[in-house]
T-cell receptor, first 115, second 111 residues
Framework: DGGITQSPKYLFRKEGQNVTLSCEQN?????MYWYRQDPGQGLRLIYY???????QKGDIAEGYSVSREKKESFPLTVTSAQKNPTAFYLC???FGVGGGNQPQHFGDGTRLSIL | KQEVTQIPAALSVPEGENLVLNCSFT??????LQWFRQDPGKGLTSLLL?????REQTSGRLNASLDKSSGRSTLYIAASQPGDSATYLC??????????FGRGTSLIVHP
């Protein structure tokens, strides 16, 4: 079945450490997105990519980095510069560049906590 | 900048009730509006997508309507069941193609 796979499901970060969250999709979608979800705050956009080798900052990109070397993959690195990384991270994708009229699909999320 | 508001923030109803969840947005120049369901600790599951040219979409016991001119959408759930308990989010996509999400309505349906 087609879908979006996020791994790991749970991740713990030590102070000063960079960690990478994986997002893989087999839906042949062009656009991919990373969101952060905190209790009571809804979803906030971190980064998005509409095509391979191109990505744009969202509303809260500071302390995060991404790459888009393959259409299927959009990993997110939470760097040590992100001082409050504890949150639920969601990856999403949409068919077509821009995906204007297409539904957005989500993975099951990664919960990141600080040790 | 688009703002999306969902009212109420939380709702608790007995099983069998018909309910309406509301979503309002400030900029009516949208491509589509999507309703999602989120179970605790899980990702978002797409329920319905309404294009800007449509007035409503239906799937089983769910019906979503869209009134672009007034900046409103409603999600109607018929004959609610305990399994409907979840958080429901709406997202509006406008000219930037980037969806703007509401904060969701947390629904509890008790037996």
């Amino acid at each position: 079945d087609g879908g979006i796979t996020q791994s790991p499901k749970y991740l713990f970060r030590k102070e000063g450490q960079n960690v990478t969250l994986s997002c893989e999709q087999n839906l042949n979608h062009d656009a991919m997105y990373w969101y952060r979800q905190d209790p009571g705050q809804g979803l906030r956009l971190i980064y998005y990519s509409q095509i391979v080798n191109d990505f744009q900052k969202g509303d809260i990109a500071e302390g995060y980095s991404v790459s888009r070397e393959k259409k299927e993959s959009f990993p997110l690195t939470v760097t040590s510069a992100q001082k409050n990384p504890t949150a639920f991270y969601l990856c999403a994708s949409t068919f077509g560049v821009g995906g204007g009229n297409q539904p957005q699909h989500f993975g099951d999320g990664t919960r990141l906590s600080i040790l | 900048k688009q703002e999306v508001t969902q009212i109420p923030a939380a709702l608790s109803v007995p099983e069998g009730e018909n309910l309406v969840l509301n979503c309002s947005f400030t900029d009516s120049a949208i491509y589509n509006l999507q309703w999602f369901r989120q179970d605790p600790g899980k990702g978002l599951t797409s329920l319905l997508l309404i294009q800007s040219s449509q007035r409503e979409q239906t799937s089983g016991r769910l019906n979503a309507s869209l009134d672009k001119s007034s900046g409103r959408s409603t999600l109607y759930i018929a004959a609610s069941q305990p399994g409907d308990s979840a958080t429901y989010l709406c997202a509006v996509r406008g000219g930037s193609y980037i969806p703007t999400f509401g904060r969701g309505t947390s629904l509890i349906v008790h037996p």
